[in-house]
């Protein structure tokens, strides 16, 4: 299993700028309060693919115990100095396992778009062995099929950066292990640009 060595780079790159961007911008705090519905009081949650940490940032926020794994060191290096109430690893998540315990909630914002079509079968599978009974996962993806390959120009450098498209009965027919159960509501602005927010529950 080989990292993608371009889109790192690319996180490396954008992490200060996004975490500027997103640290102040809540937009996603009615997702993660109907996600929090779901689970119990308190609830430990793995931020799969979790940036410089601002969404893990409100998870805590709203009384979640939270560990976020990256695969990019600038992101973990910004998350663990902006938000220190939370767990950060540097860990490439599609070999995800039991070395960081059990979670009764799995968020994973916009994470799912690195991820090939053949890869997402063992990834949801690694995710539904690392959730507690009765446990949820909610699958923030860019709606499709096929990949788009964009060429954002940073720091004067052009780098080629790949996304996977997901849809709902890719994600619902992946696993036996987890059950779909519907769409989360994302703002309107998310919604234009094609995202779109799952909630799968484990079996």
Known sequence: MQIDEATRRFYDLTAWETAERWYPNDVLLPTIRAFLSYLP???????????PGHESLRL????????????????IRIARERCPECGFEL???RALDGRFGTFHGV???????HIRPDELLPLLDR???VL???????????????TRVLWPVVDGQKLKRVIYL?????????????VYRHELQLPAEQIDQGWRAHLLALV
């Open 41 to 51: 009081e308190n609830p430990r949650i793995l931020d799969l693919g979790c940036g």
């Open 127 to 129: 995710i539904a062995d």
């Open 91 to 93: 860990a490439d998540f």
């Open 107 to 113: 968020w994973a914002a916009g994470s799912l778009i």
């Open 166 to 178: 997901h849809r709902a009965q890719d994600l619902a027919s992946a696993t036996p292990k987890l």
């Open 60 to 75: 805590a926020s709203e009384g979640a115990t939270v560990l976020g794994l990256d695969y990019s060191p600038e992101s």
């Open 132 to 146: 507690e009974a009765g446990g949820y996962l909610l699958a923030i993806v860019r709606e499709g099929q096929g």
